[in-house]
Each structure stands twice: as structure tokens, then as C-alpha cells.
């Protein structure tokens, strides 16, 4: 039975080493009691087919003894000498280190347990197991070989791989630096600023050039095309000459529909440069329809109808606009505006005469010449068939009948009559504007001198009023005089009053900030300061022997000489003691107020105009009004003063040192006084107004509470229910 179990044993051994690795891992993991079941089943097996023993008496128990003693001790031995297990990589991968020490304790022990009961039974099965053992140590050879060989083949494989790796390095290097230098590229692209599209800025010089240009073709338009369209005998001597200048008048047009499709507007404060927008806005205009009007190619007709025919041409006209905006520009940049308005009028006016005397040639040629007195004589007379007789007796027949002035032919038919009706009409409205703008424009002109006029009446009648002396008299009269015939007699701030601030700024700085930097302690002030005060300067006008300043005087002024000569007098008047010329200056001591000067705040010198002298005068209000925001600049400026005084020796170091003057003290007590003063009135006020709201308060609240005690219950009712139905 033990024999019979042994073998059974052995086979399944055998079966399960041809077993997947996965049914390995389940007889590793189950461990001996895999075995015991296989054996037992076996056994059963084997018992069944005899007769029905006990399992555990005679024989088979001795057996399994025997198989039980024989496992120990191949157990011991195999702990003893350990056996190598065949490298598997496949296994590997599936097995963990703990597990492939047991599997190959556990298979090592039942191979040398198995190996010993064949041996004893089955000496041939041991020789199978040793040509086995060879053929397995063969095989480990041949794996070994085979490592060897892969090995060979992976440090090949890594050779390749770091030669790919260094190839690959290197693509990316070279990617790298092609990268860099796509990056410099874009860097450059984006540095680069965009291209800029040509733009024709509105309020740029270039424009009013463009303006002066577009003008002439169409003014040659306005006047050419019905002269010729009228008199025939023009057109057919110079076809030559006006086929040039149409065609070169219809290149112009082209390019100015390309100029008034570039040309900016402003959006947001700022000028539009982009072409798309541009071109948008341009076909939004009105002027867009008449510029494509204007340029649509009529002179193909004259294929047909011949080149006498320039009426074809009338579409031109529709660019004058171009002219009534060019006639704008120039008034606004002219220096002489009512002149070129008088003249821009005389103009109107000869177009329209010009306009009628062409209409009454064709009417009279439509007519028929010399058929009755009003129609242009009979061109067969010699003297009538001239191109320029033509011409002159018919501007000379319009100017008469649009002015109204003298005698013409009467009409005698309908027409006739139909057309001098609306002359006369036009000539009307012509005579109204005529006497309206040419009196309105020498209104203007005249408006400064009689404003003028009007402050030199006033003064007259109050001298004669006061019985001034006629010395007196005369010279004032003289200093307005000069002040008229220097061009002096506008005010400054009045004129500058509707610029802001910052403009007015500017051009105070552009006139005065030079005048202003002349005086020494003004040289090293701040921009601000220096702002502020060339907007406080006055311009003063001295006539001859005026007295600027007199010794003695308090000094509330400083004055800085733009024009004329000042002497430094005695106090007869005539001993000159020093000439001051332009851009001398005086008095900035004085309007400083330095503590401890010893003149104080008064002048120490007379001060005559020798002629006529303009001046500056900047006060000692409006500099301490500027130096309250400047507080460093005021000490800065009180040093330079102290400085200059003790090179003089005009000033009291004791006083100039010591601390602040009682005088100025009690100056600051009495205005904090007067501050309280003022608040506590205030404060007053608020408390009556306080009072008077709380009374009236209280009055409200007591008649309402009356009103809430007289309600009865029925009048709640009410109101509740009115509430209800709002509600629904």
C-alpha cells in the first residue's frame, strides 16, 4: 500500500512540475497539505478497489509512518544542503523574495524526500534523476550562456540606446538653438513696432496743403465746364489744352478719394490709424456718395457724341465741398480774417454773375441770336461774332441785372421773362448779403478801436469832470496814445480767460518764465513755484517822469523792467545816480518781509521812467499766496534774502537770529481770536436750528399721539380693511 502511495505520489510530483507557473504558486502557497490531500485521495482510491480495511492497522499504517519518518529527515537534510534553484526570469516577475526562498526550500525538500524512496526501490529511477540533474545543470549552463549572451545583446541594446540618446540629445540641442533663434526672430518681430499705414491727420499742415492742392481742379471745374459748355467756339480751339486739364483734374479727384479714405478722425481724444476702420467711417459720410459721383467716367460718351460736349462733365462739381472747406481753413489760419472774408465774398459773387452770363448766352443761342431785343445780338456782325465780345456783353448783361443797377433790354418772351424774374431775385438775396456781411466784418474790424475809443470818452469826462489840470490831462491822453499805437491795450487775463489753465499756463511760461529767471532769488526755485508766480505777473505801462517807487515807500511790488530804461534819482528828481535797463529788477527785498532788515519793508531808492517802459510787477500777496504751498522755497528764498542784506550790511543779525517778533505773535492771537470769534457764531446758529427742529418734533409727536388716543375701534377696522383689499 506504502508502495502503491509512493508511486501515486511520485506521479502527481511529476504532474505538478509540468504544471503552469500559476498552479505552482498555489502548491508553494498551500505547502505539504497539498501533498497529504493528493496521497490520501490516492489511497482512497487504492483502497476502495481492495477489500475494506482499516486505513490505520496492518500495513498502510506502518507505511505512512514510514513516509512520515523519510520526510523529516529529507527535510533536515535539505536544510542542511540547499540546493540552487534554476533561474527563472518568467517567475521572477510573479514571485516575491520570501516566496521564492520557500518554494524553493519546499520543492528542494520533496524532491530529496522523493529521490530517497525510489532510490531504495528503483535504483534506474535514480540514474533518470541524475541524467536529469546533468540535463538541468546543462540547461543552467546553456541559460547561463544565454544571460551571457543577452546580457552581450542589452549592453548592445544600451550602446544603441545612449548612441540614440546622445543623437537625440544632440536633435534636441540643434532644436534648441533653432528654437533660439526662432525665439530672436519673434523677440525681433515683436520689437519691431508694426507697420504703420499712411494716415493724413486733419489738424496736420500736410492736410491744408492736400486742401490747396484738391482746390484748383475743382475751381477749374466750377468755372470751366459750363463756359465751354455754353461757348462752343472755346471748346473747339483748345480741345488739346482741356483734355489735358480734365484729365489730369480727374487724377487728382482719384487721389483724393484715396486721401479722404486715409485720412484720421478722432476717437476717445486719440487719432484713428486703422485702415479698416477708416474706410468704414469715409462710406458712412455724405461725401462718400458725391465722390463717387463725381467720379464716374462720363467722358466715355464722348466715344459716342464726340468731345464737344463737356456738359458730360458736370459730375465734377460734386467735390466742391473740397473748395468751401479749403476757404475755411484759410480763414481760421490767416492772419487778415475780414480781409479774406470780403474777398472770399467778392468771389461768391463773381461765380454767380459769372454762372448767369453763361445761362444767358445759351438761352439767347436756344432763342436764336438778334430774333428780337433781349437775346444776345447777331453773331454775323463782326464786331458781336468774337469769342471775348460774347463773353464780356453777357457777364456785362448779368452784373446789371443781378445788382439791379442801370438798364437792360425788356424780355419779350416767356422765358425771357421767366429767367430775368429769378435774376432779379438772386440778385436781391445777393444785395442783402453784400450790405450784411461787408458791414458786419467792418464792424469787427473796428470793434477793439472803438472799445478803445469808448475807456478814452470815460476818462475824458471824468477829468472834465474834476477839473484835472491840462498838464494832467494831456498826459494820460499821450499814455493812451502809445499804448494804442504799440498795440498794448489788450488785457491779458481777459483775453486768456476762456483757454485752460494748463494753456494759459504754457503761455505764460513761453513769455515771461525768461524775465522771471533774471531775478537772483528766483534762479534755483522749484518748476511749480516759478509756474505759479509768471501767472501772477503784471504788466505795468510807465509813461516819461512817472514815479515807480519813492524812497520811504512800503513796499507791496517788485518789478522786473521788460522794456525801456529806469533811473535811480535823487530826491530833487534830477540827479541820476544809476540806469537801469531790460531785464533789471528791484524790490524783491521789500515784498519778502525778512525779520531784521533794516529799511523793513520800505523802498530805499527813488525810482524814475525815463521814457516809456513796460514792467512786470509781481505783489507781495500773490508770492506769499504761492509760497503757502512751498514752504521750503520760502525759507529758501528768506536765506538768499538775508544773505544778500548782510553782504549790503542792511540787516540786524541780533534781531535776525533771536526767535519769533512779539508783534507777529499777537498778529496770529488777535486772527485766532477772530477765528473763534466766528466759530462760536456758528456754532450758535446750529444750536438755534437745533432747538427749533426738536420743538417742532415734539409738537408732531404730541398731535399725533392725540390723534392715535380719539381713533375708536371702527375707524381700525377700516383701515385694516383697506389694507386687505390693497393687498388682493
Known amino acids: ?248 483734374s480727374d487724377l487728382i479727384y482719384y487721389a483724393d478719394t484715396f486721401v479722404r479714405s486715409r485720412t484720421g478722425y478722432l476717437e476717445q481724444g486719440l487719432l484713428v490709424k486703422d485702415a479698416g476702420k477708416l474706410r468704414s467711417k469715409y462710406r458712412t459720410t455724405s461725401q462718400f456718395k458725391y465722390d463717387m459721383i463725381s467720379m464716374i467716367p462720363t467722358d466715355l460718351l464722348f466715344l459716342k457724341f464726340g468731345l464737344n460736349n463737356p456738359e458730360f462733365r458736370f459730375n465734377r462739381l460734386c467735390k466742391i465741398s473740397r473748395l468751401f472747406e479749403f476757404f475755411e481753413r484759410t480763414e481760421t489760419r490767416t492772419s487778415f480774417p475780414n480781409m479774406f472774408r470780403i474777398s472770399n465774398l467778392v468771389l ?151 483757454l485752460p489753465d494748463k494753456l494759459r499756463a504754457e503761455i505764460a511760461i513761453n513769455v515771461h518764465l525768461d524775465t522771471l529767471k533774471k531775478v537772483r532769488i528766483f534762479q534755483d526755485c522749484e518748476a511749480g513755484l516759478l509756474i505759479e508766480l509768471v501767472l501772477k505777473l503784471q504788466p505795468q505801462v510807465f509813461s516819461p517822469g512817472d514815479y515807480i517807487c519813492k524812497k520811504g515807500d512800503i513796499g507791496r511790488e517788485m518789478y522786473i523792467i521788460k522794456e525801456g530804461k529806469l533811473a535811480v534819482v535823487a530826491d530833487d528828481g534830477v540827479t541820476q545816480f544809476v540806469v537801469l535797463s531790460d531785464g533789471a529788477y528791484f524790490g524783491e527785498i521789500s515784498i519778502l518781509g525778512i525779520k531784521g532788515s533794516k529799511a523793513g519793508n520800505r523802498r530805499t531808492a527813488n525810482i524814475r521812467s525815463v521814457g516809456y517802459s513796460d514792467l512786470f510787477a509781481l505783489s507781495k500777496d500773490d508770492l506769499m499766496e504761492a509760497l503757502t504751498e512751498y514752504p521750503d522755497a520760502k525759507k529758501a528764498l528768506e536765506e538768499k534774502g538775508k544773505a544778500i542784506l548782510m553782504k549790503d550790511n542792511l540787516i540786524d543779525e541780533a534781531i535776525a537770529n533771536a526767535g519769533a517778533d512779539p508783534k507777529d505773535v499777537e498778529e496770529k492771537i488777535v486772527k485766532l481770536q477772530g477765528n473763534l470769534d466766528g466759530m462760536q457764531v456758528q456754532f450758535a446758529k446750529l444750536m438755534a436750528e437745533l432747538t427749533s427742529s426738536q420743538t417742532r418734533m415734539k409738537q408732531r409727536v404730541t398731535e399725533m399721539e392725540a390723534k392715535v388716543k380719539s381713533m375708536r375701534p371702527e375707524d381700525l377696522t377700516e383701515v385694516v380693511a383697506d389694507k386687505d383689499k390693497k393687498v388682493q
Not at 439767347?364 to 464780356?392: C, M, Q
Request: hydrophobic share 30%.
Open 1 to 248: 500500500m506504502a508502495k502503491v502511495c509512493s508511486e501515486k505520489t511520485f506521479l502527481t510530483r511529476q504532474q505538478l512540475s509540468t504544471n503552469t507557473p500559476d498552479e505552482e504558486l498555489a502548491v508553494i502557497e498551500n505547502g505539504d497539505s497539498r501533498v497529504h490531500s493528493l496521497c490520501g485521495d490516492n489511497c482512497e482510491t487504492a483502497l476502495s478497489s481492495e477489500t475494506h480495511r482499516g486505513s490505520f492497522t496492518g500495513s498502510g499504517a506502518m507505511a505512512r509512518f514510514s513516509y512520515f519518518f523519510f520526510m523529516l529527515w529529507n527535510w533536515a537534510s535539505h536544510r542542511e544542503n540547499r540546493q540552487t534553484e534554476r533561474h527563472d526570469s518568467f517567475l521572477e516577475r510573479f514571485r516575491g523574495p520570501e516566496l521564492k526562498d520557500i518554494s524553493s526550500r519546499e520543492s528542494n525538500a520533496q524532491s530529496v524526500g522523493l529521490n530517497d524512496t525510489v532510490r531504495k526501490r528503483n535504483k534506474k529511477e535514480e540514474i533518470k534523476k541524475e541524467e536529469k540533474k546533468e540535463e538541468k545543470k546543462d540547461e543552467e549552463k546553456k541559460d547561463e550562456e544565454k544571460k551571457d549572451g543577452d546580457k552581450k545583446e542589452e549592453e548592445k541594446k544600451d550602446e544603441k540606446k545612449d548612441e540614440k540618446k546622445d543623437e537625440k540629445k544632440d536633435e534636441k540641442k540643434d532644436d534648441k538653438k533653432d528654437d533660439k533663434k526662432d525665439d530672436k526672430k519673434d523677440d525681433k518681430k515683436k520689437e519691431e513696432p508694426p507697420k504703420e499705414i499712411w494716415i493724413m491727420d486733419p489738424a496736420a499742415d500736410q492736410y491744408y496743403r492736400w486742401l490747396t492742392v484738391i482746390a484748383g481742379p475743382v475751381f477749374y471745374n466750377l468755372m470751366m465746364i459750363v463756359t465751354r459748355s455754353c461757348f462752343n467756339e472755346l471748346q473747339d480751339t483748345y480741345t488739346k489744352l482741356w483734355i489735358v486739364l480734365d484729365y489730369t
Open 348 to 498: 461768391y459773387i463773381l461765380i454767380i454773375i459769372h454762372w448767369n452770363a453763361c445761362m444767358f448766352f445759351a438761352i439767347s443761342k436756344t432763342i436764336g441770336f438778334g430774333t428780337d431785343t433781349w437775346v444776345y445780338p447777331n453773331i454775323s456782325h463782326p464786331e458781336h461774332g468774337r469769342l471775348a465780345r460774347k463773353y464780356i456783353y453777357s457777364l456785362y448783361w448779368s452784373t446789371l441785372t443781378l445788382t439791379t443797377i442801370g438798364e437792360t433790354p425788356p424780355p419779350v418772351r416767356d422765358i425771357e421773362f421767366l429767367f430775368v424774374i429769378s435774376d432779379f431775385l438772386t440778385g436781391v438775396l445777393i444785395f442783402a448779403s453784400i450790405v450784411g456781411n461787408v458791414g458786419a466784418m467792418i464792424s469787427n474790424m473796428n470793434a477793439s478801436r472803438a472799445e478803445f475809443q469808448a475807456k478814452i470818452d470815460s476818462i475824458k469826462q471824468y477829468m472834465q469832470f474834476r477839473k484835472v489840470t491840462k498838464d494832467l490831462e494831456a498826459r494820460v491822453i499821450k499814455w493812451f496814445d502809445y499804448l494804442w499805437t504799440e498795440k498794448k491795450t489788450c488785457d491779458e487775463k481777459e483775453v486768456l480767460k476762456n
